[in-house]
């Protein structure tokens, strides 16, 4: 079955400074993936899914962004964060429909 | 629009039986997913229906009307570690995967 990794797991960031968060798919290829955030103890919003490489679906406008420079690779990116931009940040991972699994998540504080 | 409702919160107590529901209206549907969070984890999976009927995985089962965009989730035998939030999610057109907002079940001794 399919191992998503996501890292790091926790990060304290200015508010202004760039981000990069990276997610990693092993075990399946052509997989469709997803960011979704989750403010504390709501629901979880999606941001961006991807079909196939190169193609990006953005759900909401903000100032974050989304590649996938390759199949299994999905990078979250802002060049200036916001303190709105604190959360759970979570990557998803679906190969068949089937079964649809996450990584376990990076918690982001903006300071 | 895409709408997914599911109820905010419910309790129940050990060793009895829990119905989850979620109603959804969504533009296209190519299936519908059932996780459990527990707090300040990340979901995980627990069941996937695209078709009408009921799936059973142990203690778990889910339902699915589609006529009706209806499903639920049955948690029988209930343990303290099933205290949770209990997320329906949609997969719509497009392969998008939309969540409700979640349940948040608390189990009582």
């Known amino acids: 079955s399919q191992t998503i990794h996501q890292w790091p797991a926790t990060l304290v960031q200015p508010v202004g400074s760039p981000l990069s968060l990276e997610c990693t798919v092993e075990?399946?290829?052509?997989?469709?993936l997803y960011w979704y955030r989750q403010a504390a103890g709501r629901g979880l919003q999606l941001l961006f899914y991807?079909?196939?490489?190169?193609?990006i679906s953005s759900e909401v406008p903000q100032n974050l962004s989304a590649s996938r420079p390759q199949d299994r690779q999905f990078i979250l990116s802002s060049k200036k964060l916001l303190l709105s931009d604190s959360g759970f940040y979570l990557c998803?991972?679906?190969?068949?429909?089937?079964?649809?699994?996450f990584g376990q998540g990076t918690r982001l504080t903006v300071v | 629009g895409q709408n997914i409702d599911q109820p905010t919160e419910m309790t129940a107590t050990e060793g009895a039986i829990v119905q989850i529901n979620c109603t959804y209206q969504?533009?296209?549907?190519?299936?519908l997913f059932w996780y459990q969070q527990h707090a300040g984890e990340a979901p995980t999976f627990l069941s996937y229906?695209?078709?009408?009927g009921l799936e059973e995985k142990g203690r778990f089962s889910s339902f699915l009307s589609r006529s009706k965009g209806y499903s639920y989730l049955l948690l029988k035998e209930l343990q303290m570690k099933d205290s949770a939030s209990y997320l329906c999610?949609?997969?719509?057109?497009?392969?998008?995967?939309?969540f409700g907002k979640g349940t948040r079940l608390h189990i009582l001794p």
């Open positions: 075990g399946t290829s052509n997989p469709n």
């Open positions: 999610a949609v997969m719509v057109r497009s392969d998008k995967i939309i």
């Open positions: 969504t533009s296209g549907f190519n299936g």
């Open positions: 998803a991972s679906t190969s068949d429909r089937a079964e649809a699994f």
């Open positions: 229906n695209v078709l009408d």
């Open positions: 991807s079909v196939g490489i190169g193609q």
